[in-house]
């Protein structure tokens, strides 16, 4: 009887073997890849929504203790016109209100450098008819990756809504919330 021979793998089946083995690895590589930006994705689109919801809930509680909505054009008088909308783009709309430290005037303008919303609160002496009574005294960035913000003002039966309409950057939907103000 002839010995046995150990069989060895040829050099083409070991290079054949790592190129299926390469092949493999780059396919899991890229799921992986995909998967992580898609993860991604998909926060910083949550993050966004979260942060337009706070803005949201924010202007919300502001407008409803709201006193007096002041259109950004002095001349003109305040929002009252049935179903009048305002898009906060280059002029911030502004309102006064109550808080538990006193009258504010509080201010929201869509900024189109960085597509935020920004607050804006002024000194309490606001009046729109007199530029040097328009003072800033803080100011801060709410909410990012906004496309539209826009006040509607409608008047049903003496009694004042106010809808906030919010829309981001890449979704298909705005976002609007119904305030009920007093009478303006």
Do not use: W
Not at 26 to 55: D, E, G, P
Not at 88 to 114: D, E, H, I, M, W
Not at 146 to 156: A, G, R, S
């Amino acid at each position: 009887m002839p010995a046995c021979r150990p069989r060895a793998f040829s050099l083409v089946e070991v290079l054949m073997t790592c190129a299926v083995l390469a092949l493999f690895i780059t396919m899991v590589t890229q799921l992986f890849v995909t998967a992580y930006k898609s993860h991604v994705q998909s926060s910083q689109k949550l993050a966004n929504l979260r942060s337009a919801s706070i803005a949201l809930d924010r202007i919300s509680r502001q407008m409803s203790a709201c006193d007096q909505l002041y259109h950004p054009d002095p001349s003109l008088p305040p929002i009252s016109v049935l179903g009048s909308a305002f898009t906060a783009k280059t002029s911030p709309f502004v309102f006064r209100c109550n808080t538990a430290t006193g009258p504010k005037v509080f201010g929201y303008q869509l900024n189109v450098n960085n597509n935020t919303i920004t607050e804006l609160i002024y000194q309490n002496d606001y009046d729109p008819a007199d530029p040097s009574k328009q003072t800033i005294t803080s100011r801060k960035d709410l909410s990012p990756g906004e496309e539209e913000f826009k006040l509607t003002h409608i008047q049903v039966n003496s009694i004042d809504f106010v809808t906030v309409t919010l829309k981001l950057k890449a979704e298909p939907n705005a976002m609007s919330m119904d305030i009920r103000v007093r009478s303006l």
